[in-house]
């Protein structure tokens, strides 16, 4: 039986017909045939950019540069070319926010041009960034694919002398373990002394980003979600809860979810990208009476049990038990609770039509935050910015109080007590408690201690990233911050660090700059921090329509593989026409 890849093989030699290399150094260096395919493209598609943007030749100098980027960071792949069309389409849009909208007008003294009269002004120019974005998306694909007739495909570095078949392990399929194992696939190509393997407690890469829309209801659940086995292609995942890890032996052990006998792992370089989970404080009746954010699952109870209240408060006569089903507690005021928070405001005033006997003032939704300024991975200005936009729109905000207890129907701050029948529980995290468990050296917050190239300490053959190790800059010595654009940088340095060992050379030290941090915080708004790169060197700082149009666009072409992108795509789509949907999905009981 013909495996996809074996039918994908058929077809190129079907359509493009294998013949002589032309060109030794484009065949045996795939980044630099990437380079020269990118800058070509890109050279083609400026001219949708010099027309509509300040400076013919800025305009075709930048194209060909950001087409060279494109080139090298994409890897391409046979015939697909409305992937690459959506693709590059989608990252232009970024490209207008940073070059058109915040760098031109900072550089020329009148600063971003992000009010309404300015977007306007600057909307040709965005037309051309999506012109230039298809053009680019259509040419690459296209030189791609005819290099791989010309040439050949692109041969991946040989790497002799390794005698024996060398297993890699990947604990955890997040943004860290996922993106460690497609990098090991790409660095490693048809390499078969090598194999990888991913064990996961689920199967499929959940889009953390997104969760709070699902929550509230602005996209399908299985539209932020992609499956493992469908973007691994030479990595055998193994879905299973890993249990015990045996150093000694080298061995992973993996409890199946369905019951039977657990499954065994044997290996030779081990990544833990586990991830973590909620940390209640110690506090058993918070955890027993609160829900989790951390899953797909959690959302979907969150929203369905939203419905559930609403339902209940319509049919209820005394308003103090009508008030309690329809106050909503959020406990932290991070990125997962504002944003949380700010989408079941929105959900719930936004379904209020469906229930006639429920009026505006029966809904509250209250964020609890121990600090007096809310999203403290961004400015205090910003953070003032999104607690009174929140605020205009109905939040509550408990600023500087913590929760102490909760009991059903009652949560209990350390001034007062709120009477709800809904806690959410954003307020802290810690890692994964199999870190401790394994025998490794940890942190005070239970993180395995890893060195500067992202292995762990006094372990060979061990490496850590994400939330679950205690990762510092290689170059600044910093602490590295559990977010996923850093999870993804470390996984793809990562990889490269396993292959320069496994090949006996050195590997090199994580150091990756923050691109900043994006947050909605309601309907159409959002704030935003990013810092530019060299030569700007500077952090920008906006809100409003303009970041959560920003925040929509880079987070959709982010989101893996092109099917997920139209499908969420078209949520957004729908939620301009039709009210959010209401109909529970899962048994409440």
């Given at each position: 039986m013909q495996t996809i890849d074996d039918e994908v093989k058929d077809v190129e030699k079907a359509v493009f017909p294998r013949t002589p290399a032309r060109s030794q150094g484009l065949r045996e260096n795939r980044f630099l045939r990437?380079?020269?395919?990118?800058?070509?493209?890109?050279?083609?598609?400026?001219?949708?950019?010099?027309?509509?943007?300040?400076?013919?030749?800025?305009?075709?100098?930048?194209?060909?540069?950001?087409?060279?980027?494109?080139?090298?960071?994409l890897r391409p792949k046979p015939l697909q070319y409305a992937e690459a069309i959506f693709t590059a389409a989608a990252l232009s849009i970024p490209c207008w926010m940073l070059f058109s909208v915040i760098a031109w007008p900072a550089l020329s003294g009148h600063g971003p041009q992000w009010d309404a009269e300015g977007m306007r002004t600057l909307f040709p120019q965005?037309?051309?960034?999506?012109?230039?974005?298809?053009?680019?998306?259509?040419?690459?694909?296209?030189?791609?694919?005819?290099?791989?007739?010309?040439?050949?495909?692109?041969?991946?570095?040989?790497?002799?002398?390794?005698?024996?078949?060398?297993?890699?392990?990947?604990?955890?399929?997040?943004?860290?373990?996922?993106?460690?194992?497609?990098?090991?696939?790409?660095?490693?190509?048809?390499?078969?002394?090598?194999?990888?393997?991913?064990?996961?407690?689920?199967?499929?890469?959940?889009?953390?980003?997104?969760?709070?829309?699902?929550?509230?209801?602005?996209?399908?659940?299985?539209?932020?979600?992609?499956?493992?086995?469908?973007?691994?292609?030479?990595?055998?995942?193994?879905?299973?809860?890993?249990?015990?890890?045996?150093?000694?032996?080298?061995?992973?052990?993996?409890?199946?979810?369905?019951?039977?006998?657990?499954?065994?792992?044997?290996?030779?370089?081990?990544?833990?990208?586990?991830?973590?989970?909620?940390?209640?404080?110690?506090?058993?009746?918070?955890?027993?009476?609160?829900?989790?954010?951390?899953?797909?699952?959690?959302?979907?109870?969150?929203?369905?049990?939203?419905?559930?209240?609403?339902?209940?408060?319509?049919?209820?006569?005394?308003?103090?038990?009508?008030?309690?089903?329809?106050?909503?507690?959020?406990?932290?005021?991070?990125?997962?609770?504002?944003?949380?928070?700010?989408?079941?405001?929105?959900?719930?005033?936004?379904?209020?039509?469906?229930?006639?006997?429920?009026?505006?003032?029966?809904?509250?939704?209250?964020?609890?935050?121990?600090?007096?300024?809310?999203?403290?991975?961004?400015?205090?200005?910003?953070?003032?910015?999104a607690r009174q936009s929140m605020e205009a729109r109905g939040v509550h905000f408990e600023l500087g109080r913590r929760v102490m207890d909760a009991r059903p129907g009652l949560v209990t701050l350390d001034n007062r007590e709120i009477r709800a029948r809904t806690l959410v529980w954003t307020a802290g995290t810690a890692p994964n408690p199999l870190m401790q468990k394994s025998g490794l050296e940890t942190d005070k917050r239970g993180a395995a201690v890893v060195d500067r190239t992202l292995a762990v300490a006094g372990r060979q053959g061990l490496w850590a990233l994400g939330d679950c190790a205690a990762v510092v800059d290689g170059k600044t010595g910093k602490p590295c911050p559990p977010t996923a654009q850093f999870a993804l940088r470390e996984g793809r340095a990562l990889a490269r660090n396993i292959k320069a060992v496994i090949q006996g050379r050195e590997p090199e030290p994580f150091h990756f700059d923050s691109l900043g941090a994006l947050c909605v915080v309601g309907h159409h708004t959002a704030c935003a921090e990013l810092n530019l790169p060299w030569p700007i060197r500077k952090s920008v700082r906006f809100s409003g329509l303009l970041a959560w149009l920003m925040w929509r666009g880079i987070y959709v072409s982010k989101l893996p593989g092109l099917e997920r992108k139209v499908r969420v795509l078209i949520d957004w789509t729908i939620e301009l026409f039709f009210p959010r949907d209401i109909v529970q999905t899962i048994d409440l009981k």
């Open positions: 990437r380079a020269v395919i990118g800058a070509g493209s890109g050279l083609l598609a400026s001219l949708a950019l010099a027309v509509t943007i300040p400076g013919i030749t800025a305009g075709i100098a930048l194209g060909a540069a950001l087409g060279t980027l494109y080139g090298i960071g965005l037309a051309g960034w999506l012109l230039y974005g298809a053009v680019l998306g259509l040419t690459s694909q296209a030189a791609n694919d005819v290099a791989r007739r010309v040439l050949g495909p692109e041969i991946q570095a040989s790497q002799p002398g390794i005698p024996t078949r060398t297993r890699i392990v990947i604990l955890g399929g997040g943004f860290g373990g996922m993106t460690t194992a497609e990098n090991l696939e790409r660095e490693f190509g048809a390499d078969a002394s090598v194999s990888f393997t991913l064990i996961s407690d689920a199967n499929a890469l959940l889009f953390t980003p997104m969760l709070a829309e699902v929550a509230g209801s602005s996209l399908e659940p299985s539209h932020i979600s992609t499956p493992l086995r469908t973007s691994l292609h030479r990595t055998d995942v193994v879905r299973g809860r890993v249990t015990r890890v045996d150093l000694e032996r080298r061995i992973v052990v993996a409890a199946s979810p369905h019951g039977g006998e657990d499954k065994e792992v044997a290996y030779d370089h081990l990544v833990f990208a586990l991830g973590s989970v909620s940390n209640y404080l110690g506090n058993d009746n918070v955890r027993n009476s609160s829900f989790d954010f951390k899953s797909l699952l959690d959302a979907i109870r969150i929203r369905n049990h939203v419905i559930d209240m609403f339902e209940r408060a319509d049919r209820e006569t005394d308003e103090t038990v009508r008030r309690e089903l329809l106050t909503f507690v959020i406990a932290g005021g991070g990125f997962a609770g504002v944003e949380l928070a700010g989408a079941l405001n929105d959900f719930g005033r936004g379904i209020l039509a469906d229930y006639p006997h429920l009026r505006p003032d029966d809904v509250n939704v209250t964020l609890v935050h121990a600090r007096q300024v809310i999203l403290p991975e961004l400015s205090a200005t910003l953070g003032e910015y």
